[in-house]
């Protein structure tokens, strides 16, 4: 399980300050009206609309996420290396355009960005299941798919994780962050059952269909749904590399983002050299069918759907800043149950079905945290750049680790490339084990950080 921003994705987090911390708003100098309590997101018909399109566009991901590698090693009977290329090939952009998408978004009308987005993913995805009805699918299809997917996608999650401050108040980011992230464990848990159960009945290539449909669906949803994001006066915008480096020296300059970011970087390099070999693991490995390893995935999200629903009560409980600790040290340790199940064959698909359903629970809990505190703390003129940047480092190392896993995998073979992911992401949570998290309970505010960042250039835009 990476650390999606999300990833984002995913991903945003319950906050609120405690009393040893900075308060989350200045104090006003003179007196001021109550505010009027916090309307529920359940009540929001605009945030409703986006958030049902997103679910069904979940749900589609969850599909081609099990229909694409059973479709390249049970019908095209990839290799290791090739599924390693494909998988590279899928997270190639993140490296490649990450940087100055996120410049670029900070140009444009997030929500636009997303719509057009869900159109290349709904048009590239449907190319599938046509040249396989046709006869003529070959591997490279799927790298070229995955390609064009790729790309439409990072300007897509990086525009999603930018437009939530746009869509509700500043004090309904937590909610909303939690409610979009327990979608996207509920996908999980239906999205593999249900892809196991399509893939057995249709075969890989037309289950794919059911994916187009979703983004079909969200497509719609995005163009219902409004927003009041205010685009940024061409006066403010500066050349290209200029603006990149802004939004690296915002995310680097802060000494606890930049501590987050090295674990999520780290832990997404080792856990992604484990989870390329995971499809052959299972089907070859292991001999389970795709509907079983559909189950496996399934079972797995649930306890990252109970992590969401969990993770406003224990942020209250041991606090937010201690929460991004504990759960880190938690899912870099469960990590070596993945190769551990192969030790144990008459009981791995109990032991896989554990593992993957508590560090679940543990990422979502992690990821929550701390994709809240990042938009809470960045001003909303940095927001895409941010977003990106972080992305280019945490899912940047992916395409890198997934070829490298190809590589030992047709070298050592695949459950030796399993274990030195495994190990390799014990070191993960270094970052966030050992350092301030502790000695915190709530992590700073908006102005608390904005105050301790270092200057990079002018800011003509508004504060978060």
């Keep these: 399980m990476s650390q999606s921003e999300g990833s984002g994705a995913g991903s945003g987090a319950g906050s609120g300050a405690g009393p040893d911390t900075h308060a989350p708003h200045t104090a006003s100098p003179s007196p001021a009206p109550a505010p009027a309590p916090t309307r529920s997101l359940w009540r ?9 399109g997103q679910s069904l566009a979940q749900f589609g991901a969850q599909l081609t996420e099990l229909a694409i590698p059973v479709l390249a090693v049970l019908v095209l009977g990839a290799s290791e290396l090739e599924v390693g290329v494909l998988t590279a090939a899928g997270l190639a952009a993140f490296l490649v355009v990450g940087l100055p998408a996120g410049a670029w978004i900070d140009r444009m009308r997030k929500r636009h960005v997303m719509i057009w987005a869900d159109a290349v993913r709904a048009l590239a995805l449907a190319a599938l299941p046509t040249l396989w009805a046709l006869g003529v699918l070959e591997m490279w299809h799927l790298y070229a798919v995955a390609l064009v997917v790729g790309v439409a996608t990072v ?24 409610k979009l992230e327990s979608t996207h464990q509920l996908a999980g848990v239906a999205g593999p059952a249900i892809g196991g159960w399509l893939i057995g009945v249709l075969g890989a290539p037309l289950s794919i269909v059911g994916t187009v449909l979703t983004y079909v669906a969200s497509f719609v949803a995005l163009i219902r749904t409004r927003d009041h994001e205010q685009l940024r006066d061409p006066a403010d915008h500066a050349p290209l590399l200029h603006e990149i480096g802004e939004g690296l020296r915002w995310v680097f300059g802060n000494p606890l983002l930049r501590r987050i970011v090295a674990t999520t970087g780290v832990s997404n390099l080792c ?81 896989l079905v554990v593992q993957g359903f508590v560090s679940s629970f543990t990422v979502l809990l992690y990821n929550i945290t701390q994709v809240t505190f990042r938009q809470r703390i960045t001003p909303p003129r940095l927001l895409g750049r941010m977003n990106a940047s972080v992305r280019f480092v945490v899912w940047g190392v992916m395409p890198i680790a997934a070829l490298l896993a190809g590589v030992l995998g047709q070298w050592l073979g695949v459950l030796a490339t399993m274990w030195i992911g495994a190990i390799g992401q014990l070191l993960s949570a270094t970052f966030v084990a050992i350092g301030p998290f502790w000695r915190m309970r709530e992590l700073p505010s908006a102005n608390a950080s904005t105050d301790t960042a270092p200057n990079t250039t002018p800011n003509t835009g508004t504060s978060a």
């Design 44 to 52: 929001d018909a605009n945030f409703l609309t986006m958030w049902s």
């Design 155 to 178: 300007f897509f999650d990086v525009s999603y994780q930018s437009l939530i401050p746009s869509l509700v108040r500043p004090e309904q980011i937590a909610e909303a962050n939690g």
């Design 271 to 351: 856990n992604t050299i484990s989870f390329t070999m995971l499809p052959i693991f299972l089907l070859r490995e292991l001999g389970l069918s795709p509907a079983s390893m559909g189950v496996i995935f399934a079972l797995g999200a649930i306890g990252g759907l109970l992590g969401a629903v969990a993770t406003p009560h224990i942020v209250r409980w041991i606090g937010e800043a201690r929460a991004i600790p504990v759960s880190a040290i938690a899912f870099s340790v469960l990590a070596l149950g993945l190769p551990l199940a192969a030790t144990f064959p008459a009981f791995a698909f109990g032991v």
